[in-house]
């Protein structure tokens, strides 16, 4: 997650880099107004800050929210890589850290609504 943050923000920096260059260019070419190319240059300044921002806060609640993992209520199968498998088979494959939280299995679901 960390990676595709700091690929995100790049793209951002990028475009707001590229927009308040074009900005600023058009603006001294035809105006010639230093004061309107420097306007321009902050507004662009403070909206890639505040995009930026908000872009690390969403990414470390992105963060928190991948990192439960649903266990079922009724048979402790842990969800991982999109299958339910048993706590053993996910101790062979490695403890990651991880916050656990309930649910029920895709096995548990079908015996428990046809009981
Ligand atoms: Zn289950």
Same mark, same amino acid.
């Given at each position: 997650m960390i990676s595709l943050r700091r690929k995100i923000i790049t793209g951002q920096v990028v475009g707001f880099i590229l927009i308040a260059g074009v900005s600023v260019a058009n603006e001294l070419l035809t105006s010639k107004e230093i004061?309107?190319?420097?306007?321009? #240059?902050?507004?662009? #300044?403070?909206?890639?800050?505040? =995009?930026? &921002?908000? =872009?690390?806060?969403? =990414?470390? &609640? #992105?963060? &928190?929210?991948?990192? !439960?993992?649903?266990?079922?209520? &009724?048979?402790?199968?842990? !969800?991982t890589d999109n299958k339910w498998i048993t706590v053993s088979v996910k101790l062979r494959k490695g403890l990651d850290q991880f916050t656990p939280t309930h649910g029920i299995c895709t096995d548990c679901y079908i015996k428990e609504r046809f009981k």
């Open positions: 004061s309107h190319a420097v306007t321009e #240059l902050a507004i662009a #300044l403070i909206v890639a800050v505040v =995009t930026i &921002y908000y =872009t690390i806060k969403i =990414t470390n &609640y #992105l963060n &928190y929210i991948i990192s !439960f993992v649903r266990i079922c209520s &009724y048979c402790n199968k842990i !969800f």
